[in-house]
């Protein structure tokens, strides 16, 4: 699973992994077991996104979440990052930072051992003895930047009172998430290896609902008209929604078939 192109084309981000280039006895390619898995997680994200568009419809419109100052200065964020995004050099280096430390923290978490960290603006990559979908995956769907000024504003919170500035931390917030997104969108095209290791279509979905997930928790907690168990019901009630179309879809196409 060691691959050497990651310096040989331009911002291009890598995970190598040491120690296990020996020939794995498998009869069932690795690839196809998770292009399988992916396919099976179309429909939890397909229901999980028109939760997710039914819950926020709710909270925009019918209670007017839009117009609070969490919803306004989330949005200022994120739009001045996309300003910057398209209208200012990129910050690289600053991207392929937080990628990378995003692989080694998960390596670490997982018990792993980091043997070599490298950035540049060109590219980077990391050298460890342990490798899965998760930390494969890790940087395209964990808002690094974003958690760190969370835990910034929550340590500062314990010395200062930090209620007045609570505004700035949902634009900071914004601004953040929307780093991490436009950087993810923008690389994800550029043949990213950290995406064929387990089949790219099974990368793309994982990605996608995560990130919605991400999206839907901050959905939760800026909305006061947004709860856990509201979520839960409706996703609840979307799938068997979606169960019933697809019998119905099931039983049309045998009755084609016929």
Known sequence: MSNRRGNTRRNRSELRTAGLTERQPWTIPQVWVYSVVGYLLVAPA???TETFFTCFTHAAVRHRDWSSEEFWFFGLGADLWVFMFFGLPRPLVMYVFGHELTHALCVWMMGGRVSAFKVSRD???IISDKHNPIIALA?????????????LYGAASLHWNMEPYHRWLYALIGMTWAFHISFTLWMIPKGQTDLSYYGTFFSLVVIYLTNLAVLTILLIVASPHVTWRMFGVEWVHNAHGFAEWAIRTAHRLRAMAR
Request: proline share 11%; glycine share 10%.
């Open 139 to 151: 940087p395209y769907f964990f808002p690094l930047y974003s958690i760190a000024v969370i835990a």
């Open 123 to 125: 590219g980077g990559h």
């Open 46 to 48: 397909w229901i999980s």
